[in-house]
Structures are given as C-alpha cells and as structure tokens.
C-alpha cells in the first residue's frame, strides 16, 4: 500500500512539474540565437520572429572583391562590404536612418552580385565585384576611409558600421526577388522611371518598383537649380568636336531646342545645330551632373540650369536624409522609394536551386548560379526552383 502511495505521489510530481518544465524549455530556446555567425561579427537572422519575408541561399555570404587590396582577390563578409560600400556612395553626413535605408540597398546589391555567380572583371580574373565605380558600386580601404573622413574611428564611419549591424540581413524584395536597389544623389523633386533610364537592360518595360515617386528633400539640396553658363561659341565648339566628322550637324546655331522630356523632367532628345542629341550624351558632352534640365538662351551665352544629380531612379540619397529629418525611419524610406517592395531577411538554406534562366531575368545578364535559393513569403507557400 505505501508502495502504491509513493508511485502515485511521484506521478502526481511529475505530471505537476511537467509544463513547468516544458516551459523552461520553451523560454530557453527563444531566449537562444538564431544568427547565422559571419566574420565581421555580424548576426545574420535566420528567422521570421518580426513578420519579415525571409530571402534564403546556400552558399556563404562571401563577396570575392577584386582590386581592394592591390590587384589581388578579397573575399569579404557581406556585412563587411555593406559598411565599407555606404562610406562610399554617401554624398555627406546624413541621419541615420537614411544611412541604415542606404546600407539596406547595398546589402541588396550585394546578393544580386553572389546571385550572378563571379564574372571576369579583368582578363583571366573573376570575382563578384571590381574596384571599378563606373561598373560595380565599389567600397573604400581603410586608407581611403582615414583621408575621407578623418580616420576610421571618425564619427561618419562609426554610424555607417552601426547602421551595417542595425540592419544585418535584411535586403529589399519583391515579388520574392532582391530587386535592383537603384539610388542616386538627388533628383528635381520626382524619381525617375528605371524603364527610362536603363531601356536596354529592362527591354522597354520596366521594374515596377522602380515607378516615379515625389521626392520633396531633393528641393532643397545643394543641386536643384545650380547653373552652368556656356558662350555660344563654346556650344558649337564642343557639338562640333563630338558630331562634325560624322556629317550629322546640318544646320547653323540657333539655340538648345528641348525636342521631349520624361514626366520627372529629364530630357530625352534635343536638337542643337541640326543634330538630334539624347539629354544624357548632351550632359556627358558638358559635364552636367543630370540630364535634368531647362535652358535659358541670349546675349550670346546660354544658361543650363540643372536638377538633380545622377541617373535619379530609385532612392534618392538626399531625399532619403529629408524623410529621416522629417522622423521618418529606414523602412518607411525604403518602401516609399520602391515601390511595392518588402523588407526582407537573409537566411543559409541547403534545399534546392535556382534555374540559370532565372537568375538570367533576375540579374539581367547571362550569368548562371550554382548555389541554392529558396524564397519564402508569410502567408504564401513556399517557392522552390531546381536545375536537374
């Protein structure tokens, strides 16, 4: 009988402390991390615990960076790249959290650049990315960093470090893909259309996050209505050197004749002497910082007066500082200006891959992947792709 009492007491025990149990548990494992570790330091979350669409892929998070070091490879954490990427495209100091939205898109390029799979950057080399601003959004040595902004453990490069670790992981989606994070320096008041300025890479149609949308903290930055004052003399002389020998001026100087423009006020075609020029060859011709322009002509001079500087589509950067000003956080910039997209997160994964073709459209090239990509949304199911 005592027997029997003690083994029903012991079971009452245990029956008794069994959730507490389970809950120590339970608290235990959300109280454990869920990161992916990188080299920087840098916890990659690996999670959906905040509701944010996860972005997973197989291979590492290394960038292979050619010319960072000399002329040899520097294969380099993501987080890494992120940091030394925003200190250099930042045109100034700005709030932080325009320096968090702008370390969200280069993270962004980032995985589009792993996602290509390397590329030869120069002859027999092959890498991700090339220290070469003109191609590649490139990054700053510790050297360049210290003669930029007055050592690395300046003000600016500790807030650019920050915003890299604030925002670990987390990419611009849409429609589950990284999407071409375009960003420009300032725009006339409106992003432009990506259809408009790359017709080439999107075939006539354009991405719709990339959609023209206002920009208010571009009105008052340092390039709205700067101005650039050219003789008459000195137009002719620089359309004459760039169309003469080829026969296509057939007219006298009459002026700048702004032939179309884009609903954001960039020029499309003009005419001047005869020739039919695009607004971006005519601002290469005379170093403007847009194709966003009027003209004012007479007196024997003419007056160029831009807006903006830059391809403008996608975020501005100073229009991303205005909206922070303004107590906007990075999210809410981001997604104001791409539109439609998602705040995504990164997550390893082993699983499947992802069609050659696919990354093709994705990218806009014809680099194949050889890595795994899964895409995951909340509330969806999930989306696999496989190259067997």
């Known amino acids: 009988m005592k027997e029997l009492l003690k083994t029903s007491l012991l079971w009452i025990v245990i029956i008794c402390a069994l959730p507490v149990l389970l809950c120590a548990r339970k608290v235990t494992a959300l109280g454990e991390s869920t990161a992916e570790p990188s080299k920087s330091g840098y916890d990659i979350p690996a999670d959906m615990s905040d509701g944010l669409p996860v972005f997973s892929l197989e291979s590492d998070l290394i960038l292979s960076v050619y010319g960072f070091e000399a002329d040899g490879i520097t294969d380099m954490d993501i987080e890494e790249y992120v940091y030394r990427a925003v200190l250099a495209e930042i045109p100034k100091d700005m709030e932080y959290e325009a320096l968090k939205a702008q370390a969200a898109a280069a993270r962004t390029y980032a995985v589009r650049r792993l996602l290509a799979g390397e590329e030869e950057v120069c002859e027999g080399i092959y890498a991700h990315i090339a220290c070469d601003p003109e191609k590649y959004q490139t990054v700053l040595t510790d050297r360049e960093i210290s003669l930029l902004y007055g050592g690395i453990d ?8 920050q915003a890299a670790a604030d925002t670990a992981g987390e990419i611009i989606v849409y429609n589950g893909s990284p999407i071409i994070a375009a960003f420009h320096t300032a725009n006339g008041g409106m992003t432009e259309s990506g259809e408009n300025v790359w017709v ?17 903290g571009d009105l008052h930055s340092e390039y709205y209505d700067a101005e650039y004052i050219f003789t008459d003399r000195e137009i002719i002389a620089r359309i004459s050197a760039e169309f003469d020998s080829s026969g296509d001026l057939d007219g006298e100087y009459t002026g700048v ?17 005869g020739a039919e020029i695009s ?8 170093s403007l910082p847009s194709r966003n ?15 903006g500087s830059g391809h403008m589509a996608g975020m501005s950067m100073y229009g991303a500082d205005y909206m922070a000003k303004c107590g906007a956080d990075y999210r809410e910039i981001l997604l104001h200006y791409y ?6 997160k990164l997550r390893i994964n082993q699983e499947t891959a992802v069609p050659s073709e696919y990354i093709s459209s994705l990218i806009g090239t014809a680099s194949g992947f050889g890595g795994t990509v899964i895409f995951e949304h909340k509330n969806s199911v999930k989306r696999t792709f496989s190259t067997d």
């Open 154 to 161: 300046g003000d600016i490069p500790q807030k650019a470090r």
């Open 200 to 216: 080439d890479v999107f075939g006539g149609s354009g991405e719709p996050y990339l959609s023209p949308v206002e920009s208010e």
């Open 257 to 273: 004749n702004i032939l179309s423009a884009t609903p954001s006020g960039n020029v499309q075609m003009l005419e001047v002497c």
């Open 279 to 286: 607004g971006e060859k005519f601002a290469e011709i005379f």
């Open 293 to 307: 322009f009027s003209v004012v002509q007479g007196g024997g001079t003419t007056t160029v007066i831009t807006r």
């Open 339 to 344: 539109k439609g997209a998602e705040i995504g």
